[in-house]
C-alpha cells in the first residue's frame, strides 16, 4: 500500500488515499518517489481543460529511488537514483526511429488512456483501478512505470532539484536549445515567466543570446527573471507587449519569441513580435478546442517559422544526466525555480497556490 493523491472528478480537490501499487512486471520498474513537482499541466486535468480517464494519480515530474525491476530490466537496479520520464519512447515507432522520440506514438497513446503498455494499471483503490498521469503518476509514495520512463541520474543532486529536470528544465532549456537552436548573438523574447519560462530564459542565456526580453504581468516574477538571465523584461498589464518589443528591436522584431502560457491571444503575440524569417515557438499548452488567429498573408510574405516544443523536442536518456551535469557545474540554476517544499497532505494547498500565481514551483516532499 502507499498513499497518493487521487483525483476523482473534475474541479478536485485530490484526495489523499491508501492505493495498492502492483508489483511491476516484465519490462517495468517500481520507483520510491521523494520528490515531486507541482506543473500547470497537472493542473490542467484537474480544472478540466485536459480531460482524463478518471480517477487517475496525477504528478509527472518525480525523482525517487529504484524499490524493485521486473523482468528483462537492464538500465536500472535496485538503489538507482531516477527521474521519472513522461514520454517513455518505444524506440520503434517511426518518429523514435525518426529521432524524435519525443513525438513517440506508443508514448502517446499511453498518455490518452492512462494505462501501461498492456493496457492495465497498477494502482487499485477500494479494489478499482486507477490510471496514472503521463505513465508516471508520481503523486505517490511509490509508483510503477516502463522501463523507459526511469532515467538514472547521478547521485550527488538533492530529489527536490533533480525533479524539476523531468519536465519544467527539459522542456524550458531544450525549447531554447532543441528546438530553435538560439544562436549566439540572438535577440529572444518569452512569455511567461513561470517554471518553463524560466528556463526557456536560461535556455537562450546558455546558448548565447545577446538580448532576452521578459514578459508578464507580474512584477514580481519579472524581477526573478534577471536571476537566469533576461536582459530586458515587459510588463503586460502596463505595456502592450508586442509594441514594447518592436520598440526594443528598433522596429524588427526578436529573431526567437517562446510562449509559455498556453493562451491563444499570447500565441499570436508571439508570433506578432517575431521578425521576418524568425522563429516562433510555441511550449504553452491549451485547451484541444482552442484555435489561434494569425494574419494569413503574413505566413507567406514574412516568411516566419511556426512550431511548437514538447518535452523541449529532447532525448531524455541523453539530456537529463546533461542537464544534471551542467547544474553541478555551476551553469544551470534549480534552487531559485522552487517557491515551496509541502508534503503529500499539503498538495491541494500548493496548487491552490500555484494556481494564484503565488508561487513559481512547489514541490512535494516525500519523507520516510
Known amino acids: 500500500m502507499a498513499k497518493a493523491a487521487i483525483l476523482h472528478r473534475y474541479g478536485g480537490p485530490l484526495s489523499i488515499e491508501d492505493v495498492g501499487v502492483a508489483a511491476p512486471k516484465r519490462g517495468e520498474v517500481k520507483v520510491k518517489l521523494k520528490a515531486a513537482g507541482l506543473c500547470h499541466s497537472d493542473w490542467h486535468v484537474i480544472d478540466g481543460t485536459l480531460p482524463l480517464p478518471l480517477p487517475i494519480v496525477l504528478g509527472h515530474e518525480g525523482a525517487g529511488i529504484v524499490e524493485e525491476v521486473g523482468e528483462g530490466v537492464t538500465s536500472v537496479q535496485v538503489g538507482d537514483h531516477v527521474v521519472l520520464n513522461w514520454v517513455p519512447a518505444c524506440g520503434r515507432c517511426r518518429y523514435c526511429q525518426m529521432g524524435r522520440r519525443d513525438l513517440c506514438e506508443e508514448a502517446a497513446r499511453l498518455t490518452a488512456t492512462g494505462t501501461m503498455p498492456d493496457g492495465t494499471t497498477r494502482f487499485l483503490w477500494q479494489g478499482k483501478p486507477v490510471y496514472q498521469f503521463l505513465t508516471t503518476g508520481a503523486f505517490s509514495e511509490y509508483t510503477v512505470v516502463p522501463e523507459q520512463a526511469v532515467i538514472p541520474i547521478r547521485r550527488d543532486v538533492p530529489f527536490e532539484l533533480a525533479a524539476l529536470i ?119 499548452i491549451a485547451a484541444p478546442h482552442e484555435t489561434v488567429e494569425i494574419n494569413a498573408f503574413s505566413l507567406p510574405s514574412q516568411s516566419k517559422t511556426l512550431t511548437g516544443s514538447w518535452l523541449g523536442q529532447g532525448n531524455p536518456p541523453v539530456d537529463y544526466p546533461k542537464l544534471l551535469d551542467l547544474y553541478a557545474a555551476g551553469k544551470l540554476k534549480l534552487e531559485p525555480l522552487i517557491s515551496a517544499v509541502y508534503s503529500l497532505e499539503q498538495i491541494n494547498d500548493g496548487f491552490a497556490a500555484l494556481k494564484s500565481g503565488q508561487i513559481i514551483r512547489g514541490v512535494i516532499r516525500f519523507d520516510d
Open 166 to 284: 523531468g519536465c519544467s528544465v527539459i522542456t524550458g532549456v531544450g525549447a531554447a536549445i532543441h528546438t530553435a537552436k538560439v544562436s549566439p548573438g540572438s535577440t529572444v523574447a518569452v512569455i511567461g515567466a513561470g517554471g518553463v519560462g524560466f528556463n526557456i530564459i536560461q535556455g537562450a542565456a546558455l546558448a548565447g543570446a545577446q538580448h532576452v526580453i521578459a514578459i508578464d504581468i507580474v512584477e514580481e516574477k519579472l524581477a526573478m527573471t534577471k536571476t537566469f538571465g533576461a536582459t530586458h523584461t515587459v510588463n503586460a498589464r502596463e505595456d502592450d507587449a508586442v509594441s514594447a518589443v518592436l520598440d526594443l528591436t528598433n522596429g524588427l522584431g526578436v529573431d526567437y519569441a517562446f510562449e509559455a502560457i498556453g493562451r491563444p491571444e499570447t500565441m499570436a503575440d508571439a508570433y506578432n513580435m517575431t521578425r521576418k524569417g524568425g522563429m516562433t515557438v510555441i511550449v504553452g
